[in-house]
């Protein structure tokens, strides 16, 4: 598959002709702390003093990288695709080596910060368990009530949540019964069938 | 036991054959069980016409009185020598009595679950539904080609009020770090049942 790219994004990137690879490699660096960070229009203009143009060149140049790189690394792009798509760029075969070794030492990285950007639910994190035995309250005294309390930590969109829960050992016991054959669900035909065919 | 003045006066009205005959006195104990233990009951059972002939003021007094000394009982699992000393101290005669503990014998085990379920606690989970799921794609991420789960855990507040249930995804791994856990609870039950 070959990413698809707009006159006026092959208009940006071609700026990226006029610098040495090592500025293009900085270029590089900018986009990929951007995509980490978030944008920082100071260093478009730092860049912009040094290399004596206009800070709206620099920018374009950094975001038509960064739409190169994210998009390849989206789709999960082949090396070859990747090289077949820069190619259309026309530029030196320094440059595009350059580029694509770009491509391929960030593509995990951005994946996995795309990744963070899916709907999500609160996630697992971890479980604390506690025993309990309740002896009496003031309804019914002389009692044996054993108990099992949870703490069960939660992640969503980076903060931590934490629901503590009771349960009594039947219930228990059907909880972990009902979960380990959710877990088994995996090792089933069915399911290693769609693994293996989904590629 | 100790109860107060409101209902030993009852329990002595109740005691007297000359206000509650033994019929009337069966039917009365009866209601007092089954107005605690059946939700169902209401006040309509009062109106056996075996008890309509008292004042219905009495009748609620004595009414009250027995479910409280029912429950009093319940509360502190008094035995029957605790319970026929009480009643004899009310008056009551060796018949009355009798009748009394035979009928707290037959209703114990039910009055003592419902007791035992009167509290607070924190959200009690009753059960567990799961998802198995197989990304493929999101908008921003092609291909991403991993299972993941699901887990809803059904919670029951004290008050059968709300069912705020907790909800999660989770890893395989995950699941196994939390299933691992729950086993590590219950093989510390089974030890500490066995001490």
Not at chain 1, 57 to 81: R, W
Not at chain 2, 72 to 81: M, T
Request: charged share 25%; proline share 3%; glycine share 4%.
């Amino acid at each position: 598959m070959l990413l698809v790219l707009s006159e006026e994004h092959k208009e940006h990137l071609g700026f990226l002709t006029q610098v040495d690879s090592a500025v293009v490699g900085e270029f590089g660096r900018i986009a990929v702390e951007f995509l980490r960070k978030g944008t920082n229009p100071k260093i478009y203009e730092g860049a912009a003093r040094k290399l004596n143009v206009s800070s709206d060149v620099i920018q374009h140049g950094v975001e038509g990288l960064t739409y190169l790189l994210t998009e390849g690394s989206k789709l999960m792009i082949s090396e070859i695709d990747f090289q077949d798509s820069v190619l259309v760029l026309g530029f030196s075969e320094e440059l595009n080596k350059l580029l694509l070794q770009l491509y391929l030492d960030n593509r995990k990285e951005i994946r996995s910060i795309l990744g963070e950007l899916a709907p999500k639910l609160p996630s697992y994190h971890s479980l604390e368990w506690r025993l309990d035995v309740q002896l009496a309250s003031r309804s019914l005294r002389q009692q044996i009530k054993p108990a099992v309390t949870i703490k069960l930590h939660l992640d969503q969109n980076g903060d931590q949540t934490t629901k503590i829960l009771q349960t009594d050992p039947a219930t228990l016991l059907h909880l972990i019964q009902q979960l380990e054959q959710a877990l088994g669900e995996m090792k089933t035909n069915h399911c290693r069938r769609i693994v293996r065919n989904i590629k | 036991m100790e109860l107060s003045e409101y209902v030993q006066s009852g329990l002595q009205i109740l005691a007297d054959s000359g206000c509650f005959s033994p019929s009337a006195y069966t039917v009365l104990l009866q209601t007092a069980f089954q107005s605690l233990l059946n939700a169902q009951a209401d006040q309509v059972a009062l109106d056996h016409p075996v008890l309509k002939h008292i004042d219905p003021t009495v009748l609620k007094h004595c009414h009250a009185a027995a479910a409280t000394c029912i429950l009093e009982a319940g509360k502190h699992k008094a035995d029957k020598p605790t319970i026929s000393t009480y009643l004899e101290d009310c008056k009551f005669d060796r018949e009355r009595i009798e009748q009394f503990c035979t009928e707290y014998q037959k209703n114990k085990d039910t009055l003592e679950i419902i007791l035992g379920s009167i509290g607070r606690c924190p959200l009690h989970v009753t059960d567990v539904s799961w998802r198995l799921e197989y990304q493929i794609k999101t908008n921003q991420l092609h291909k991403t080609y991993r299972p993941a789960y699901l887990v809803t855990l059904n919670v029951e507040n004290s008050d059968s009020r709300s069912h705020p249930d907790v909800s999660f995804s989770c890893t395989m791994e995950q699941l196994q770090d939390l299933v691992g856990k729950l086993k590590d609870a219950a093989k510390s039950l089974e030890r500490a049942s066995q001490m």
